[in-house]
């Protein structure tokens, strides 16, 4: 049995990008892997945050892991704050990483764009992220391709430990799907779907009602040239639509592509509204009913423990191989 790691940040509503990169992995994953499945609310800290939304959100992403499909009884849920070996670890591995390295991340780039100085934490979060995944000894992360560069990193660190301390960490592997690993904003598919974008319509969130999924679709943008085929360097928009389409059916983007062929924008639309309503609706229902659970706090809490007695015996290995304490 191999372990998985990944993570979400609790920076607002789950989208559908988040959902076809990265959680349908962690709900396949689950039943032959030892998996470990965390909210990164350290992660979100890194630009300004409302306490109390913030909170909020945690426990949405808490329970919308568990509407999508994630057991508590199979895998570990938990919150990243809630387990003290996630900062430690990571204040060693900065000791052990580059400025070099850091300033090439092109997520710091986009996020810290425009801003005079940005926090010194959006500059080391992929060091972070480095340390959720160590700390776990994990071999496997299924993740979204945006985090690809951030998963190499990890590795680069873990081996540059090794070099120096022999044994000290397990080198992960990324796990990228092949349909959803990237899903674009609605409104303008050469940039990812994103949580925090302002426009609501760029993105489908899985707590959407079926109002504002069919307004998103239907307001995607596309091309004047009207024909459905994939081909995302010249035809983004329907391209990202068909990604979307494929995701959520399993049928296969070639497929799709013979089905609509002679259609216009509009039918094609229209059917990717339900198949995303169908898809979607059990999700919500699911949610609204484990959302304010007692139960939804219990796992997490269960989740915390069983992640702390795991990152405990890392980090006895790492202090002794680094020569910290006593
Ligand atoms: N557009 C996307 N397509 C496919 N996968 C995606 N992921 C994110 N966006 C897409 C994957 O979802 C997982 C969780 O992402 P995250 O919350 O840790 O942070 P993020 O990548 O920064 O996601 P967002 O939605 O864009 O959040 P904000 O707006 O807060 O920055 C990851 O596995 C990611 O790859």
Redesign the pocket.
């Known amino acids: 049995m191999k372990r998985v790691f ?7 509503n ?10 349908k992995q962690f709900v396949e994953l689950q039943n032959d892997q030892e998996c470990l499945y965390c909210i ?1 609310d350290l ?2 800290i890194t ?1 300004p945050q409302d306490p109390k939304e913030l909170r909020s959100h945690t426990l949405d992403v808490a329970a919308l892991y568990w509407a999508v499909g994630i057991d508590p009884k199979k895998s570990i849920i938990f919150v990243q704050s809630d387990v003290p070996g996630h900062s430690e670890l990571a204040w060693i591995l900065t000791c052990n990483a580059y400025t070099g390295e850091l300033s090439r991340m092109t ?1 710091f780039k986009d ?1 810290s764009r425009g801003q005079e100085s940005a926090p010194a934490g959006l500059f080391t979060y992929p060091i972070l992220m480095a340390a959720d995944i160590l700390l776990y000894d994990t071999d496997i992360v ?6 690809k560069q951030h998963i190499e990193l990890c590795r680069d660190i873990a081996i540059r430990v090794n070099n120096k301390h022999k044994g000290t960490f397990t080198v992960p592997d990324g796990r990228f799907l092949k349909e ?6 609605l409104d303008e598919p050469d940039k ?6 302002e426009n609501a319509f760029s ?1 489908i969130s899985l707590l959407d009602d079926d109002n504002k999924i069919k307004k998103s679709i239907m307001r995607a943008t596309t091309d004047s040239d009207g024909i459905i085929k994939y081909n995302p360097s010249e035809k983004s928009g329907i391209s990202n639509l068909l990604t979307i389409y494929s995701a959520f059916t399993g049928v296969s983007i070639e497929s799709l592509e013979k089905k609509y062929d002679g259609c216009g924008y509009g039918d094609f639309k229209k059917d990717l509204v339900e198949a995303a309503v169908t898809a979607l609706k059990p999700i919500r229902e699911q949610f609204n009913e484990i959302r304010h659970s007692q139960e939804l706090i219990d796992a997490l809490k269960n989740g915390a423990e069983r992640a702390n007695a795991i990152s405990e015996k890392t980090m006895k290995r790492v202090k002794e191989n680094f020569g910290l304490g006593i």
Request: proline share 5%; glycine share 14%.
């Open positions: 990944s993570g979400v940040q609790p920076t607002g789950i989208h559908i990008g988040n959902y076809l990169g990265a959680l990164v992660h979100s630009l997520q996020k299924p993740v979204g391709n945006d985090q959803g690993a990237r899903v674009m904003a990812k779907m994103s949580k925090s974008a993105r």
